[in-house]
Structures are given as C-alpha cells and as structure tokens.
C-alpha cells in the first residue's frame, strides 16, 4: 500500500481507539444508555465514529445507530436535521474505514498474534475468541474473496471477516470495494428499518421496538445473504459454456 494509504489508517485506528474508549468507560453502559446518548447526540460525524468502532473488533451494535438515525431523518422527530440518503453513506463510510483497521491489524502483525489477543482477557472483553476468529477464517477459505462481501450479510462473521481478509493480504482495493458494497446493502436494510418504524412508531416507543424487531434484523441478513448466493450462482451457471 502507498505510504499515504497506511497514515490514513492509522489515523482511523487510532480515532476509533479513541471512540471506543469513551464507549467502554461510559457508566451504567447497556443497550438502552447508548441509545439515550447517541439519540441525544446524533449527527453525521457520530453516525461514521460508531459505525467504525462496529465495524472494527470492539463490540458495539449497529442496530442502535443507523435504524434509530434513519427514523429521525424520515419523522423529523428530535433535534437532528439528517438525511435518511447521507445517514446510509456516512454509515458505510464508517463501516469500511472500522473494516479497514480489522484489515491492516492482521495484515501487519499476523495469525499469531491475532489468536492470541483473542484468547486473552481484553480479547473476551471484545467479544472475541479463537473460535470466532477461526470461523470467520474458515468461512473466507470456503468462499474466497467474495466472503468479505457477502460476510458482512452475516451476523458473528460481519465484524470479523476483515481479519482472514488481512492475514491473505488480500488486494486492499478489492477488500475495499467488496466490504463496501456488503456494508451499503447491510447500511441500507437498517436505514428501511428505520424508515418504516417511523409510519407508525411514536418516539418514545422506539427503542422497544428497535429490541422487538432486533431478531428480524438477523433473518433480514441471511436472507440478503442467501438472495445474493443464489444469484451469484444463476449467473455463473448461465455464463458457464454449455458442453457439447
């Protein structure tokens, strides 16, 4: 990668450091207070901070960021003057640039020491663990690097399909272009989410509903996931020469 390209991201990793120490320190932390801080402090350059720290290997819940942001764009409930179009790019904006730091982490330090900050106590602390990151290997050996598009579809492997990604030294601009289409058509089911809560929800029940709904997000992705798989394979399957 050209020198410019690496100061970049070690700026974005470092500025998610910084976001997600204050995410981690924030007292009484759950669901529900995060929530309260980031209604209260919505706008764009919060939506690409968090979005980052999702994306990369610290735990944090997209669920909570783009549906609620997408339903105060389309209510015009609250504070915030956003737009439901720039909340879906700048959250994808953020997804790559948090994918990014998983990515040049990995590629730079290698699976030995990957494995073993997973297996240790700030590894767990992050949700991770050699399984995790295991599968999340095992699912890029399988599909190849299309995993990194299709990855980000899927729930336990979107946040880590970056790192097998890293360790393959996989061409930085695929890597690019693939994370950021699976993160836009992810971005894009959470923003509609929002959206069509914001028809009938009034603004106090939001949260309850964004938890209501939270599971159907999960069958949203693999359904996403299977949609694109299938046409995958028709076209190759079309485009295959017929044998004679």
């Known amino acids: 990668m050209k020198k410019q390209t690496i100061q970049l991201l070690i700026g974005a990793i470092i500025l998610v450091a910084l976001v997600a120490s204050v995410i981690v320190y924030m007292p009484n932390l759950d669901a529900q207070t995060l929530y309260n801080w980031f209604k209260d402090n919505m706008g764009y350059t919060l939506i690409f901070l968090l979005m980052a720290v999702e994306s990369s290997f610290i735990p944090f819940p997209s669920e909570i960021v783009v549906p609620p942001a997408a339903y105060f764009a389309c209510s015009g409930a609250g504070n915030a003057n956003i737009n439901v179009?720039?909340?879906?790019?700048?959250?994808?904006?953020?997804?790559?640039?948090?994918?990014?730091?998983?990515?040049?982490?990995?590629?730079?330090?290698?699976?030995?020491v990957v494995y073993g900050f997973a297996n240790s106590r700030i590894g767990h602390m992050c949700l991770i663990d050699a399984e995790k990151v295991e599968k999340a290997e095992k699912y890029f050996a399988d599909h190849g690097s299309i995993s990194t598009f299709l990855g980000r579809l899927i729930p336990g492997i979107r946040q880590l399909i970056s790192i097998p990604a890293g360790l393959a030294r996989m061409s930085f601009?695929?890597?690019?272009?693939?994370?950021?289409?699976?993160?836009?058509?992810?971005?894009?089911?959470?923003a509609a989410l929002g959206w069509w809560l914001s028809t009938f929800v009034a603004e106090p029940d939001l949260y309850a509903q964004l938890e209501a709904?939270?599971?159907?997000?999960?069958?949203?992705?693999f359904a996403l996931f299977g949609i694109i798989v299938l046409y995958i394979a028709y076209k190759g399957l079309k485009g295959s020469p017929k044998k004679g």
């Open 85 to 112: 179009v720039m909340v879906v790019l700048v959250a994808t904006l953020g997804a790559l640039v948090g994918a990014c730091v998983n990515y040049v982490i990995s590629m730079f330090i290698g699976r030995p």
């Open 173 to 190: 601009l695929k890597f690019s272009v693939f994370t950021t289409l699976g993160a836009g058509i992810w971005n894009v089911a959470l």
């Open 213 to 221: 709904n939270n599971k159907y997000l999960t069958y949203a992705g």
